[in-house]
């Protein structure tokens, strides 16, 4: 599947984007890099999915929020990730673990197999239009050789160039925020990018 993802540090910027592509996207990632208040507000047709990039998460879990099915939080910086797994699923949603171009996926052997998925970061993190990082590569085939039925996203310098490069890994998710959303033609570049996302 095809995932917009939205990195902006309002509602207002937020709900423009998500007018682009609501009701033609199954799920809509938003990328909290800041804290954010008004999620709640936020009208859409389409389900979302918050990918917390902030260390302190809590006030996200303390209600459900409209739309929401998944939330995914960096290992990095999570100091309790069995807690984080608790209080998201509290809520219904699919309660997932990001992890960083330059970090190990050893890091997760602990707890990974109580993960729903885990969404492996292909670019820096912080901004969209970051270059793709292809020493994640290899990490994604070793994890998924591992571990093949987890649930795998790609998160970060996805196109039409880089998707090809993902042939056989099984990735569940592409998540895609600069090939979209800074082009022309949002919808248009998300039709063309579903073409290419069962590798």
Do not use: W
Not at 31 to 36: A, E, G, M, P, S
Not at 85 to 106: F, Q
């Amino acid at each position: 599947m095809i995932v917009p993802t939205i990195l902006e540090n309002n509602t207002t910027e937020i709900q423009k984007k998500l007018s682009l592509i609501d009701k033609v996207a199954q799920l809509i990632q938003i990328d909290l890099i800041t804290d954010i208040d008004g999620l709640e507000n936020l009208t859409t047709e389409t389900k979302l999915q918050l990918h917390f990039m902030i260390p302190e998460v809590d006030k996200y879990l303390e209600n459900k929020i409209p739309n929401v099915v998944s939330v995914c939080t960096e290992v990095e910086t999570t100091k309790d990730m069995l807690l984080f797994l608790t209080k998201s699923r509290k809520h219904g949603y699919r309660a997932g673990v990001s992890v960083a171009p330059d970090t190990p996926s050893e890091i997760l052997t602990s707890f990974v197999r109580q993960v729903d998925y885990v969404q492996f970061m292909t670019v820096k993190v912080g901004k969209q239009g970051q270059p793709f990082e292809y020493n994640v590569l290899n990490k994604i085939k070793s994890f998924r050789a591992k571990y093949p039925n987890i649930k795998i996203h790609a998160d970060g310098g996805i196109s039409e160039k880089t998707i090809a490069l993902f042939k056989g890994m099984k990735i569940d998710h592409f998540v895609v925020g600069s090939a979209i959303f800074g082009s022309e033609n949002p919808v248009d570049s998300y039709t063309k990018l579903s073409t290419y996302e069962k590798l």
